[in-house]
T-cell receptor, first 111, second 114 residues
Framework: GENVEQHPSTLSVQEGDSAVIKCTYS??????FPWYKQELGKRPQLIID?????GEKKDQRIAVTLNKTAKHFSLHITETQPEDSAVYFC??????????FGAGTILRVKS | SAVISQKPSRDICQRGTSLTIQCQVD?????MFWYRQQPGQSLTLIAT?????????ESGFVIDKFPISRPNLTFSTLTVSNMSPEDSSIYLC???????????FGEGSRLTVL
C-alpha cells in the first residue's frame, strides 16, 4: 500500500518568511495529493490539493508543487503569519478513494 | 462541502466498556471513512463504511474491536469495544466529495479511557 513520508516534523519561521514542507509517496498510481491544516483541538481542514495531471497550483499565499517522476510534492506558504501556526498534514490517495497521511509538520510562526 | 456532525464530541470512559460514535451527514454520500488520531499523531484509517455491506477494515483493525454500521447514505456509527487506555484517541468521521474526491472531516470525538 501507499506510504507517505513528511519532513520536517517541526518548522519554526519568522513572521513574513516562507515555509516549505515536503512529502514523498511510494505508489506511482496515487493521483490526488491534498494538504490539511489542523489547529489545536480542531478538525483537519483541507487547504489546497493537487492532482497528478498538474505540476503546480497556487491559492493566494499557498502553493503546492508535484513532481510525479520523483514522487514528491511540497507545500509552500509565503509571507507567513501567526495564524498559519498549526499542524500540517500531506496525504496521497490510493485506490478506493482512501487517503494515506504523512506524519505531520508542526509549523510555528514567530512574531 | 458536506456538513458532518459527530457525537459525542468527547467522553471519558471506563476500561472494559464500549462506546458508540455517531456520524450524520447532511447529504447522501457513497463513501464514509473512520479515522483515528492518537495524541500528537497523524490520522490512521480504521475502515471504510459501505452502505449495504460490511465495512472494509485496514490492517491492524478488526470488526470485533471496531464494529461499524452504515444503515443509509447519510449515517454511520463506529463502536469502540472493550476499551483500554490505549484506545484514548480522537475518532474522526470523514466523507469524500462525490465528484471531486476531496475528503472532509467531522469535528471528531475525543475519547479518554481511564
Amino acid at each position: 500500500g501507499e506510504n507517505v513520508e513528511q519532513h520536517p516534523s517541526t518548522l519554526s519561521v519568522q513572521e513574513g518568511d516562507s515555509a516549505v514542507i515536503k512529502c514523498t509517496y511510494s505508489d506511482s498510481a496515487s493521483n490526488y495529493f491534498p494538504w490539511y491544516k489542523q489547529e489545536l483541538g480542531k478538525r483537519p481542514q483541507l487547504i489546497i490539493d493537487i492532482r497528478s495531471n498538474v505540476g503546480e497550483k497556487k491559492d493566494q499565499r499557498i502553493a503546492v508543487t508535484l513532481n510525479k517522476t520523483a514522487k514528491h510534492f511540497s507545500l509552500h506558504i509565503t509571507e507567513t503569519q501567526p495564524e498559519d501556526s498549526a499542524v500540517y498534514f500531506c496525504a496521497a490517495r490510493e485506490y478506493g478513494n482512501k487517503l494515506v497521511f504523512g506524519a505531520g509538520t508542526i509549523l510555528r510562526v514567530k512574531s | 462541502s458536506a456538513v458532518i456532525s459527530q457525537k459525542p464530541s468527547r467522553d471519558i470512559c471506563q476500561r472494559g466498556t464500549s462506546l458508540t460514535i455517531q456520524c450524520q451527514v447532511d447529504s447522501q454520500v457513497t463513501m464514509m471513512f473512520w479515522y483515528r488520531q492518537q495524541p500528537g499523531q497523524s490520522l490512521t484509517l480504521i475502515a471504510t463504511a459501505n452502505q449495504g455491506s460490511e465495512a472494509t477494515y485496514e490492517s491492524g483493525f478488526v470488526i470485533d474491536k471496531f464494529p461499524i454500521s452504515r444503515p443509509n447514505l447519510t449515517f454511520s456509527t463506529l463502536t469502540v469495544s472493550n476499551m483500554s487506555p490505549e484506545d484514548s484517541s480522537i475518532y474522526l468521521c470523514s466523507v469524500g466529495g462525490e465528484n471531486t474526491g476531496e475528503l472532509f472531516f467531522g469535528e471528531g470525538s475525543r475519547l479518554t479511557v481511564l
